[in-house]
């Protein structure tokens, strides 16, 4: 059964970092792409960063190009998100997919975990 848990939410101050996780099972890692989404308090739920199969292309929202860093490890079956220099309106609940090409489009994407919780205080 596939299946993806995200994990390493939490609360931090602006300007701080967090590293989330997106752990995979079954055949979540046998998609071509993976990708993180969030949606904030009043907000629907938007695109963040997006990477193929074999890492060589990648894609970041405008926002937070610079600040974020996707990654995956294919034996690990874990997908990350690296977050520096965080700021009040990153706060939301990120959400890991699973779908067939790296793009933006929330439909596109097949699997996804349950969400972890990120809050940046200012």
């Known amino acids: 059964q596939v299946q993806l848990a995200e994990s390493g939410g939490g609360l931090v101050q602006a300007g701080g970092s967090l590293k989330l996780s997106c752990a995979g099972s079954?055949?979540?890692?046998?998609?071509?792409?993976m990708a993180w989404f969030r949606q904030s308090p009043g907000k629907e739920r938007e695109f963040v960063a997006a990477?193929?199969?074999?890492?060589?292309?990648?894609d970041y929202r405008d926002s937070v190009q610079g600040r974020f860093t996707i990654s995956k490890d294919d034996a690990l079956q874990t997908l990350y998100l690296q977050m520096n220099s965080l700021k009040p309106e990153d706060t939301a609940v990120y959400y890991c997919?699973?779908?067939?090409?790296?793009?933006?489009?929330?439909?596109?994407?097949?699997?996804w975990g349950r969400g972890t919780q990120v809050t940046v205080s200012s």
């Open positions: 990477i193929n199969w074999g890492g060589g292309w990648i």
């Open positions: 997919a699973a779908g067939p090409v790296p793009v933006r489009v929330e439909h596109r994407y097949s699997t």
């Open positions: 079954g055949l979540a890692f046998t998609k071509p792409a």
